[in-house]
């Protein structure tokens, strides 16, 4: 059966109201589309604690800064719905970029602390640009529980706090990173990836690998760091954005709690983005 497709707030909610009333757990799963097996991990994941599970496909303006990939962005609606469907979502949310933004739109949530070093250095505004269609659609679609994914663990920790701090009633779960055979994360810029940049590209889940090892060997996270920087370098990435340890919780300079290794770098044009617990 073809995947039932809602591209208005009042639609969505009048789905999502009918399966609360009848007693059902719902949950969320946002996404920008161009589906991989990462973001259907999520859609099973968020059907293991709701019955019926919302998908959402919108490619957000307001978290690309005007040189990024918003108008490359790929798109493909029909065959993320088939994906979906498959992976026992019920609903697909679409809606227009007048839908989320009409005009004179001008509220944004803005979380300091854990937004600001990392991906919040490296792309200014970018998760603004998230909290703010991140709360957008928990209050539009008011699920129960919401799935987002490890790969983007800055992501999770930034919905994590706007949720706790705004009062948001909803349970924020994160799944693990969907990866290629060679340790390559799921995304969908992977798609920009020539032959030869796939191999480099590739590189990046080794050299995290390392430095778990190093900083589980007791080596200065220091070193450990200069030790990555170094060797993605080696490795063909073009710009490196960063290449840190931090606490996980907070992701703060590390004191004495779980630490989390994140790497961001460019491969030719495209920016790629990883991270890895120790432990
Ligand atoms: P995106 O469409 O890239 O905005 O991602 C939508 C959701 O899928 C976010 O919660 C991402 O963290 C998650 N996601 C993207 N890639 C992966 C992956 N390789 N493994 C797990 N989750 C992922």
């Not at 019926?52 to 993320?80: C, G, I, K, M």
């Not at 809606?95 to 600001?116: D, I, L, Q």
């Not at 703010?132 to 983007?152: C, N, S």
Request: hydrophobic share 45%; charged share 20%.
């Amino acid at each position: 059966m073809p995947l039932p497709i809602v591209r208005t707030i009042a639609d969505l909610r009048v789905q999502v109201g009918a399966w609360k009333a009848a007693g059902l757990h719902v949950g969320l799963v946002p996404t920008m589309g161009a589906l991989h097996e990462g973001h259907l991990s999520l859609v099973r994941l968020a059907a293991t604690r709701a019955e019926r599970v919302v998908a959402s496909l919108f490619v957000n303006p307001t978290q690309f800064a005007p040189h990024e990939d918003f108008a490359a962005y790929p798109r493909d609606e029909a065959r993320d719905a088939a994906l979906l469907a498959e992976a026992g979502c019920s609903l697909l949310f679409a809606p227009t970029v007048a839908e989320m933004y009409p005009p004179g739109a001008s509220t944004t949530v803005s979380v300091a602390g854990v937004s600001e070093p990392l991906d919040g250095a490296a792309r200014p505004g970018h998760f603004a640009g998230v909290a703010t269609v991140v709360t957008k659609l928990l209050l539009q679609a008011g699920p129960h529980v919401a799935a987002f994914g490890e790969k983007d663990y800055q992501q999770l920790q930034v919905i994590k706090r706007f949720v706790r701090d705004l009062d948001i009633p909803v349970e924020i779960i994160g799944g693990p990173t969907a990866r290629l055979e060679d340790g390559l994360a799921r995304s969908s810029r992977n798609a920009y990836l020539s032959e030869s940049e796939r191999e480099i590209a590739g590189r990046m889940n080794g050299v995290l690998a390392d430095a778990v090892r190093r900083l589980k060997a007791g080596e200065a996270q220091a070193h450990v760091e200069a030790t990555g920087l170094a060797a993605l370098e080696r490795a063909g990435f073009t710009r490196i954005d960063y290449f840190e340890v931090r606490g996980a919780d907070d992701l703060a300079r590390p004191g004495g709690g779980p630490l989390r290794v994140f790497a961001a770098a460019f491969v030719g044009k495209t920016r790629l983005i990883d991270n890895m617990a120790v432990e």
